[in-house]
């Protein structure tokens, strides 16, 4: 129920257009209350996205776990839990679907206690809020809550100076060529300014905001979709401004030189066992929309173990489909 919460949150209807109810590409949101701006990240819980969820437990703040009131926990709950810990991000535990009648909210908190996340009434510091999706409850609570954490954190960031950011989801669009989901980390982001990013670098040709529209500048916890990229990059990779192009180049001409020496690598050590092993092979090439999905079939399909087929996934990558 992540999605729907956002849905209500930031009054949209995302969800009705997902296929089979499950988020697949990572969207960022931002929405205003009580002045002051609040960014989500909705990360798909599906198992087969840990990396994606990984990622965005990386790059926020405060991480808002969802739990349906009539389900509890779940294995991926207790992986988003894990994401969280290790990342050092504080939780605020949302309990949805609290307006059904077979809830068993206690049931879920003292679960959760084995997590060390200890609800306030048992006397401990997690907050825990009580929300209903489809009757739209306490959401105000649950932004408040939100709002609080922030204040105890302290959370800062420069508003001036060259802008950095991490890479939420990048995929090619047929018109735009490839086009990157930035979260700015810190600093300015102007429209002309030059780029480095992972292994490739561009100038911003143009900003699009959450809403779709065109924006000259971004700020920093703004998501926005930024189009100038020479190649399209993986998700997770970092972005920083540069002071013109030359130096984008040659940063960008490092990063390619120090990530190809590890590719080799790899690539050699495959080869020695594939000698070994006589099974037949199924030579696969995924294409997806968006890095994310790709990454996601892929680890799908290494786990795949069979005694006389092995899955040889010869290129992954994302765009459309060609010869």
């Not at 780029?195 to 500048?217: D, S």
């Amino acid at each position: 129920g992540k999605t729907s919460v956002l849905d209500v949150l930031r009054s949209a209807n995302v969800v009705s257009g997902e296929f089979g109810g499950i988020t697949q590409h990572i969207g960022a949101y931002q929405i205003e209350h009580e002045s002051q701006k609040l960014t989500f990240i909705d990360t798909p819980g599906h198992a087969a996205f840990t990396e994606m969820r990984a990622r965005g437990s990386k790059i926020t703040d405060i991480v808002v776990l969802v739990v349906a009131a009539n389900d509890g926990i779940m294995p991926q709950t207790i992986e988003a839990i894990q994401h969280s810990k290790a990342a050092n991000v504080p939780i605020i535990v949302a309990i949805n679907k609290c307006d059904l009648p077979d809830k068993n909210i206690t049931k879920i908190k003292n679960d959760l206690m084995k997590y060390e996340l200890i609800a306030e009434d048992f006397s401990g510091d997690t907050l825990f809020v009580e929300v209903s999706a489809t009757q739209k409850l306490n959401l105000e609570k649950l932004k408040e809550s939100i709002l609080l954490q922030s204040e105890m954190l302290d959370l800062s960031a420069s508003f001036t100076g060259s802008a950095t950011g991490v890479v939420i989801e990048s995929k090619i669009d047929k018109g735009k060529g490839p086009v990157s989901t930035v979260l700015i980390a810190n600093g300015l982001l102007k429209k002309a300014d030059y780029f480095v990013c992972g292994n490739t670098y561009g100038k911003i040709r143009a900003m699009i905001n959450h809403e779709g529209k065109i924006v000259n500048e971004a700020f920093p916890s703004m998501p926005v979709e930024i189009l100038g990229m020479n190649e399209s990059v993986s998700a997770g990779a970092e972005f920083a401004v540069t002071e013109n192009e030359e130096k984008a180049k040659e940063i960008s001409e490092f990063n390619k030189s120090s990530s190809g020496v590890v590719k080799a690598v790899v690539k050699d050590k495959t080869s020695i066992f594939d000698n070994v092993s006589n099974k037949e092979e199924l030579n696969i090439i995924i294409k997806s929309d968006v890095q994310g999905s790709s990454e996601a079939l892929k680890n799908a399909i290494n786990k795949i173990e069979h005694p006389e087929v092995k899955a040889n996934i010869i290129l992954s990558d994302i765009g459309m489909i060609n010869e």
